[in-house]
């Protein structure tokens, strides 16, 4: 086979039109490195978003509410069917409601050492949406004490703010957590019951006081008024709080949340267009070079017309001509797609190594995806040249 | 092989054929494996329209030629490849040597189209056989017509095949080189008990024939 293909390639040259021919090289390179780039950018995005060493507490839950305008004060509250609508969006993982106190309390120093009193209200949300991870967070009826849960920013401000400006002492959250106060549950009828409470954790996730559930049902019953049982707040679990979509899907529900943990929606619209634009551009310029090739192989095989035909003649298969050929053209497409995943590769150790010492992490390799795309390119590629092949063999001799 | 003619006639020379007699034209006629036939005949009459025709290089032809009872118009080209490579060979009479390629590189081409039926010192043999060992490397080009033609000869010859197919093929060699040619094509055509067919002006006592049809 291979004296054959020696004598094959001093009679069907595929010099002619080389210059051209190395145009499209150069334009399928680029358009390798355009498509695979945008592919990888791609999944280093979602990796970025999903990926576990990144997963941002705060910003893959989201507290939302209506917004809170003069025609719905009083009656901002989401209807079951509003809840489930959010519930059957693509972007919601997990769905959670912010139960409300019914009951009036206060919270009070049960000591006179450090005296403190002030109004409060609480809320509970399922235990899944906390990021808040202690065996103290469960209330019985037995229970000593009420475990509370304080949003961090509570304490910062009391060091930060309050302490400062009162002559009081700063405390860690080690100190409150250890303080146990008096709870004060008012029930409609006048009578107050006085419970022991304490705080076992502080939430960045969610700005509210926390109780356990169990302990939201407990009051609310016993104590509670029986007035609308629609909440205001949920709270969602989503994998990419910047999502476009669920942008769009709160403004047009006139709701809203934190609007810093969305922030990155704009930043993600524009990445998403630069790599649609990358995408498009190289599949552009892969379907010239493809173009390219075909009219290479045509300009090849016309100008070896005659020797093709008395090939045949002499009973060279058309099969054994497309291999011969598929070997000529094929092996330089096989370079530039190994070679562009080469640069590909260094890109993206390079990234990943950039991104790490921004606590950013993604994979150091590229990934399969982009790997499978090269394969894939290749086998269009491959399919391309043989039915090109084919046709203008049998357009050239297959008559004799 | 067994190589049939279901009374074709070439269209172009339809009128002439259908005017004179012919042992081959509109005729039914087969040429079996083994069989040496000869087709005399004078300039005009369609030599190498047969030729051609029966190698499947032209189907401007009505009637039906068959190759081992299959229509050659209707073999896939893969087939018809194949039968190229191991059943039918043939010595055309403009030679078609390719003329960039050595005298040599043209008959070890026709030699590993294949799976080779000989080794690559039988070219050198039929070639010093012959008398044209001395242009084996020369570009086929710029060899004489006679030299051509004996590389021609060496080619059909150098591959397997069960029926051979010459056309005029000592059109341009002396008495002796044609004496010399003839031993050889008989001697191979034994060797591989294959049938041959040639065609010729006039008469001629080169081979032991088992037919020779007028054209």
Redesign the interface.
């Known amino acids: 086979?291979n004296?054959?293909n020696i004598?094959l390639k001093?009679?069907i040259r595929t010099g002619t039109g080389r210059v051209r021919y190395a145009m499209a090289m150069i334009g399928l390179s680029v358009a390798l490195l355009l498509i695979l780039a945008a592919v990888q950018i791609q999944v280093n995005y979602k990796e970025l978003l999903e990926g576990k060493q990144n997963k941002d507490s705060v910003a893959n839950f989201l507290v939302i509410n209506k917004i809170l305008t003069d025609q719905n004060i009083g009656k901002a509250v989401l209807k079951q069917e509003e809840i489930d609508d959010i519930q059957a969006q693509p972007f919601t993982e997990a769905i959670g409601v912010l139960q409300t106190s019914r009951f009036k309390a206060s919270i009070q120093s049960s000591s006179n050492v450090f005296p403190f009193y002030t109004d409060i209200a609480f809320e509970s949300v399922p235990d899944v949406f906390l990021d808040v991870n202690t065996k103290e967070w469960n209330w019985d009826e037995n229970s000593a004490y009420v475990p509370i849960i304080v949003p961090g920013m509570f304490l910062d401000i009391y060091n930060f703010q309050f302490s400062l400006s009162q002559g009081l002492p700063q405390l860690t959250r080690e100190v409150v957590k250890m303080i146990f106060f008096n709870v004060n549950v008012y029930s409609a009828d006048g009578t107050t019951r006085v419970f022991k409470g304490k705080v076992v954790g502080f939430s960045d996730r969610i700005s509210s006081l926390l109780i356990p559930q169990s302990f939201m049902n407990y009051a609310n019953t016993l104590y509670g008024k029986k007035s609308s049982s629609s909440p205001s707040r949920i709270i969602i679990r989503t994998k990419d709080p910047g999502h476009p979509d669920l942008i769009s899907y709160l403004k047009q529900k006139q709701l809203t949340t934190d609007q810093d943990k969305t922030r990155f929606s704009k930043y993600r619209q524009i990445v998403e267009m630069a790599v649609s634009i990358t995408g498009v551009t190289g599949l552009i310029l892969f379907l010239f070079a493809l173009l390219i090739f075909s009219l290479f192989i045509q300009l090849t095989i016309s100008s070896c017309k005659e020797?093709i035909q008395?090939l045949?003649?002499?009973?060279?298969?058309?099969?054994?001509l497309k291999s011969f050929l598929i070997r000529q053209f094929f092996p330089s497409n096989i370079s530039i797609v190994v070679g562009s995943l080469l640069m590909i590769s260094m890109l993206q150790y390079g990234l990943a190594k950039f991104l790490e010492r921004q606590s950013a992490f993604i994979s150091a390799l590229i990934s399969p995806v982009t790997l499978g795309i090269s394969i894939l390119i290749l086998i269009i590629i491959f399919i391309q040249y043989q039915r090109s092949i084919q046709k203008n063999i049998q357009n050239n001799g297959?008559?004799? | 092989m067994i190589l049939s003619l279901h009374n074709v006639v070439p269209t172009p020379l339809q009128d002439k054929v259908l005017q004179q007699g012919s042992d081959v034209w509109n005729c039914k006629v087969s040429f079996a494996a083994a069989q040496w036939t000869k087709i005399k005949a004078p300039s005009g009459t369609g030599k190498t329209t047969l030729i051609h025709s029966l190698y499947k290089l032209r189907e401007d032809y009505s009637g039906r030629i068959e190759w081992d009872g299959k229509d050659v118009q209707q073999l896939p080209a893969e087939q018809l490849a194949q039968y190229r490579q191991e059943k039918i060979s043939i010595v055309f009479q403009d030679l078609r040597l390719f003329p960039n390629l050595t005298s040599f590189e043209n008959i070890e081409l026709k030699r590993v189209l294949q799976k080779p039926y000989c080794k690559q010192e039988k070219i050198f043999h039929l070639a010093e056989e012959l008398g044209v060992q001395h242009i084996l490397q020369q570009r086929a080009g710029i060899c004489s017509y006679g030299e051509r033609q004996r590389i021609a000869i060496i080619r059909a010859l150098i591959h397997p095949f069960s029926m051979l197919v010459m056309d005029e093929p000592f059109s341009h060699l002396d008495q002796a080189n044609t004496v010399k040619a003839a031993a050889v094509i008989m001697r191979e055509c034994k060797e591989r008990n294959a049938g041959f067919i040639i065609t010729d002006l006039d008469d001629d006592h080169h081979f032991p024939y088992d037919q020779i049809l007028n054209l």
């Open positions: 086979m004296e054959l004598l001093k009679l020797e008395l045949i003649s002499l009973g060279a298969s058309p099969s054994q297959i008559n004799n």
